[in-house]
């Protein structure tokens, strides 16, 4: 029986395993679909090429002794290899499985491990393993955008206005000219206090300023 280009391999760290007998059929799957693809030497191959975890499995044996269905001659005995693939199970580390000449190169967690008595000859021992790929997940720090800080505008506070008291003889004019420098905006005082003069004498109505009194509080705006 001619050898298979192929290998297939399963190993845990410094622990290696390859399987002495190539599986008649090695299934990858994923809950969508599968594919499967006839290889020479080694059955057929049935995979999507899809980016979810995928779930591998197959069946074989491990031969109690060398004969022409082993891939190698130096084959472990089957209590070997069956230990060796339940050490790796309960180290609940992952696994690599490889299989030489295709793509399957693939991290896995070893998710079911049974064997039984082989119908091929005395002492072979046949398994099936199910094998899911493993993918490690790091978190993805997510920057947020911080909100700008609305900062309330100032508003400008207004300067207070000065308070004056009219002394005897004083007439807008003249206090005008004495804070503004100019006599002309005798009016500026007279809106400011327009309202309080009228109280007091309501002949500003009609000579608007000309009413002022002394000891009266006028507002002299800046």
């Avoid at 109690?64 to 790796?88: D, F, G, H, V």
């Avoid at 998710?111 to 493993?134: A, M, N, P, Q, W």
């Amino acid at each position: 029986m001619g050898k298979s280009v192929y290998q297939l391999w399963i190993s845990q760290g410094k622990d290696k395993l390859r399987f002495p007998v190539l599986p008649s059929e090695l299934e990858i799957t994923n809950n969508v679909q599968n594919e499967t693809v006839k290889v020479a030497s080694f059955g057929e191959l049935t995979f999507i090429d899809v980016p979810s975890a995928k779930q591998v499995s197959f069946t074989s044996l491990f031969p109690k002794k060398y004969s022409p269905i082993a891939e190698y001659k130096s084959i472990p005995s089957p209590e070997n290899a069956i230990a060796k693939i339940e050490r790796m199970m309960r180290s609940k580390k992952s696994v690599r499985l490889i299989v030489t000449g295709t793509k399957i190169n693939m991290t896995c967690s070893i998710e079911s491990f049974t064997h039984k008595e082989g119908s091929y000859d005395i002492g072979d021992r046949e398994f099936t393993i199910v094998l899911k790929e493993y993918k490690t997940a790091s978190p993805r720090k997510i920057k947020r955008k911080k909100k700008a800080k609305q900062t309330k505008k100032k508003r400008p506070s207004k300067t207070p206005p000065k308070m004056y008291t009219v002394k005897k003889g004083d007439t807008l004019w003249a206090i005008s000219g004495r804070f503004y420098g100019d006599s002309t905006k005798w009016r500026r005082i007279w809106n400011a206090n327009k309202l309080a003069m009228i109280k007091r004498s309501r002949r500003n109505i009609k000579q608007p300023g000309h009413w002022i009194f002394p000891g009266q509080r006028l507002k002299i705006p800046q």
